[in-house]
C-alpha cells in the first residue's frame, strides 16, 4: 500500500486541492454576499427610524442622506454581489459536478488501491468502524461504487445496506443516495479526508 500511495500521491493531492478549492469559493461568496445584506438592512432601518421621528428639517435630511448612503454603498455593493452571485448560481451545477467528480474521483484511487493490495475490502484491515456495521474499507468501496451507479439507479446489496445505514446514523443528505452523486458527502462528513496525510494515514493501517 505505501508504494501504491507513493505512486498517487500527486494525483489525490491534486483532486484534494480542487475538491476544497471549489468549496471555499462558493462558501466565501455566500459570506460576502450575507454581510452586504445584513450591513442594508441596517443602513435602511436606521434611515426608516429617522424619517419616522423626524422633528426638525435637519432630521429630514439626515434621513434622507442615510437612505442614500446605504443605497450607494451597502445596498449597491449588495446588488453587484448578487449579480455576481447570479452568475455563479447558473454555474452551480457545473461546480457541484465538479466538487462530486473529483470526489468520486479520489474514491477511486482509494478503492484501487484496496483492490490491488488486498483484492477486496473484506481482506483489508477494519481500522475503524462507522454506523455501526460498516469498516473504513466497506464505506469507500461502497461509495466509489454509488458515485459511479447512481445515475443508473442500478446499486448492489451491499451499496444500498451501506447507505441505509449512512442515512440511520448520520441522517440528510445520505438520504438522497438514489437521486446524486454523494461521492463529496462522503469523502467530508465520513471520512474527513481534508487533506493528504489524513487520506494516506487512513489506507496504510489497512495492511
Same mark, same amino acid.
Given at each position: 500500500? #505505501?508504494?501504491?500511495?507513493?505512486? %498517487?500521491?500527486?494525483?489525490?493531492?491534486?483532486?484534494?486541492? $480542487?475538491?476544497?478549492?471549489?468549496?471555499?469559493?462558493? !462558501? /466565501?461568496?455566500?459570506?460576502?454576499?450575507?454581510? #452586504?445584506? /445584513?450591513?442594508?438592512?441596517?443602513?435602511?432601518? /436606521? +434611515?426608516?427610524?429617522?424619517?419616522?421621528? &423626524?422633528?426638525?428639517?435637519?432630521?429630514?435630511?439626515?434621513?434622507?442622506?442615510? !437612505? @442614500?448612503?446605504? !443605497?450607494?454603498?451597502?445596498?449597491?455593493?449588495?446588488? !453587484?454581489?448578487?449579480?455576481?452571485r447570479?452568475?455563479?448560481?447558473? +454555474?452551480?451545477?457545473?461546480?457541484?459536478?465538479?466538487?462530486?467528480?473529483?470526489?468520486?474521483?479520489?474514491?477511486?484511487?482509494?478503492?484501487? $488501491?484496496?483492490s490491488i493490495?488486498? $483484492?477486496?475490502?473484506?481482506?483489508?484491515?477494519c481500522?475503524?468502524?462507522?454506523? %455501526?456495521?460498516w469498516?473504513?474499507?466497506?464505506?469507500i468501496?461502497? &461509495?466509489?461504487n /454509488?458515485?459511479?451507479? @447512481?445515475?443508473?439507479?442500478?446499486?448492489?446489496?451491499?451499496?444500498? +445496506?451501506?447507505?441505509?445505514?449512512?442515512?440511520k #446514523?448520520? $441522517?440528510?443528505?445520505?438520504?438522497?443516495f438514489?437521486?446524486?452523486?454523494? +461521492?463529496?458527502? %462522503?469523502?467530508?462528513?465520513?471520512?474527513?479526508?481534508?487533506?493528504?496525510?489524513?487520506?494516506? &494515514?487512513?489506507?496504510?493501517e489497512?495492511?
Amino acid at each position: 500500500m #505505501h508504494r501504491y500511495l507513493e505512486e %498517487v500521491k500527486f494525483a489525490a493531492s491534486e483532486l484534494l486541492k $480542487g475538491i476544497w478549492w471549489e468549496k471555499e469559493r462558493l !462558501y /466565501q461568496l455566500d459570506s460576502e454576499i450575507q454581510q #452586504h445584506e /445584513q450591513a442594508a438592512r441596517v443602513g435602511y432601518q /436606521q +434611515a426608516s427610524f429617522a424619517a419616522l421621528n &423626524a422633528e426638525s428639517p435637519d432630521d429630514v435630511a439626515f434621513s434622507a442622506g442615510r !437612505y @442614500w448612503e446605504a !443605497y450607494f454603498g451597502d445596498d449597491k455593493k449588495r446588488h !453587484y454581489k448578487t449579480i455576481e452571485r447570479q452568475e455563479l448560481h447558473e +454555474a452551480h451545477e457545473a461546480h457541484t459536478f465538479s466538487i462530486g467528480a473529483l470526489s468520486a474521483a479520489l474514491l477511486q484511487l482509494a478503492r484501487q $488501491g484496496i483492490s490491488i493490495v488486498h $483484492g477486496t475490502p473484506d481482506n483489508a484491515n477494519c481500522v475503524r468502524t462507522i454506523a %455501526v456495521n460498516w469498516c473504513l474499507p466497506d464505506i469507500i468501496w461502497a &461509495a466509489r461504487n /454509488q458515485a459511479m451507479h @447512481w445515475e443508473d439507479g442500478k446499486f448492489d446489496d451491499e451499496v444500498e +445496506a451501506v447507505f441505509a445505514d449512512l442515512n440511520k #446514523h448520520f $441522517g440528510s443528505p445520505f438520504d438522497e443516495f438514489r437521486a446524486r452523486n454523494m +461521492a463529496f458527502e %462522503v469523502v467530508d462528513q465520513i471520512l474527513g479526508w481534508k487533506d493528504w496525510e489524513t487520506l494516506s &494515514a487512513d489506507l496504510e493501517e489497512l495492511v
